[in-house]
């Protein structure tokens, strides 16, 4: 004889039932999985989006860096690069704490590692070269213009220069940072110091050239001195004054400065600014420049008469 139990026909409903229960168990678990996950996937943006605005709801501002001694380059990368920053770095060759100038070959590939995260790029004029007046001329002629480089074989030295001779200043900056890069520049340039003439702008524009200053709360204070200015002071100011669209302005590195500003000041800026609703931007979404920007894209710079 056969072992094993036998089963009525009340029994078999009663399974039949509890199994159709289990189904509809699984069946409503699995539909409210995803809806569950979604709601944790939400909760955890919203709470990201309170330190890092969307691009629709953010107040833009714009950090750009000149270039300078160097040193703390590398410490300013990494911030960036940890807090999704992107900026537009204005480069000179200026003299360096290590290697053969800011653009020398020991710096190319940090140049180059900075356009690989989306950084942009703009000249400063190659030798980091002052303006100090225009040069009265004919009517008529082509403008000149007293100059003194900070940097390069005529540091501190005064002389003249055409406006085909600056425009030759701006491009050979611009043009070694696409080589040491692979990233074409924007066709925009910071004069040292921010010193400018019309007649000077007006040379440089018509070589291809828009001039960038800076907003006055975007002056950071980086080349201040430290013992008058120090750095709980400066990041205050900022935090306080910066307001939306502003341009901000600070520096790879300060001789000058006793207590360098960049460690302590360049974190806690970035992360306060988008406390506050702020978020990055380069000068390529400048609404400013933006135009212009597009209108050059795609031009060889020009070249005014001599």
């Known amino acids: 004889m056969a072992s094993g139990r036998s089963t009525?026909?009340?029994?078999?409903?009663?399974?039949?039932?509890?199994?159709?229960?289990?189904?509809?168990?699984?069946?409503?678990?699995?539909?409210?999985y995803p809806a569950?996950?979604?709601g944790q996937k939400d909760t955890k943006n919203v709470a990201q989006s309170?330190?890092?605005?969307?691009?629709?709801?953010?107040k833009p501002v714009y950090l750009t860096l000149d270039t300078g001694?160097?040193?703390?380059?590398?410490?300013?990368?990494?911030?960036?690069?940890?807090?999704?920053?992107?900026?537009?770095?204005?480069?000179?060759?200026?003299?360096?704490?290590?290697?053969?100038?800011?653009?020398?070959?020991?710096?190319?590939?940090?140049?180059?590692?900075?356009?690989?995260?989306?950084?942009?790029?703009?000249?400063?004029?190659?030798?980091?070269?002052?303006?100090?007046?225009?040069?009265?001329?004919?009517?008529?002629?082509q403008p000149q213009?007293?100059?003194?480089?900070?940097?390069?074989?005529?540091?501190?030295?005064?002389?003249?220069?055409?406006?085909?001779?600056?425009?030759?200043?701006?491009?050979?900056?611009?043009?070694?940072?696409?080589?040491?890069?692979?990233?074409?520049?924007?066709?925009l340039f910071r004069a040292p110091g921010g010193k400018t003439s019309p007649a000077l702008l007006a040379a440089a524009k018509s070589c291809g050239y828009e001039h960038v200053g800076w907003s006055p709360a975007g002056f950071l204070?980086?080349?201040?001195a430290s013992e008058k200015y120090p750095n709980d002071f400066l990041l205050k100011k900022a935090l306080r004054d910066?307001?939306?669209?502003?341009?901000?302005?600070?520096h790879l590195g300060i001789w000058s400065r006793k207590d360098p500003w960049a460690p302590k000041v360049l974190e806690p800026l970035i992360t306060g600014l988008q406390a506050r609703g702020f978020c990055f931007q380069t000068l390529r979404e400048h609404p400013q420049y933006k135009a212009w920007i597009d209108a050059q894209a795609g031009s060889a710079p020009a070249k005014p008469a001599k």
């Open 8 to 32: 009525t026909p009340h029994a078999e409903r009663a399974g039949q039932a509890r199994s159709a229960l289990l189904l509809a168990i699984v069946s409503v678990a699995a539909c409210a």
């Open 36 to 38: 569950w996950a979604a």
């Open 50 to 58: 309170a330190v890092q605005p969307t691009a629709a709801a953010c």
């Open 69 to 141: 001694h160097m040193a703390v380059a590398p410490l300013m990368a990494d911030i960036l690069n940890k807090h999704h920053v992107k900026v537009t770095f204005f480069a000179a060759n200026e003299r360096t704490q290590e290697g053969d100038g800011s653009l020398g070959a020991q710096w190319a590939p940090w140049w180059k590692a900075r356009a690989a995260e989306g950084h942009e790029f703009a000249s400063h004029t190659w030798d980091h070269v002052y303006w100090r007046a225009d040069v009265p001329a004919e009517p008529g002629a």
């Open 145 to 187: 213009f007293k100059m003194r480089p900070s940097a390069g074989p005529l540091e501190g030295k005064d002389f003249t220069w055409s406006a085909a001779q600056y425009c030759e200043e701006i491009g050979k900056s611009a043009r070694r940072l696409e080589a040491i890069t692979g990233k074409k520049t924007l066709p």
């Open 221 to 224: 204070g980086d080349e201040l």
């Open 242 to 250: 910066v307001r939306s669209g502003d341009i901000l302005l600070a």
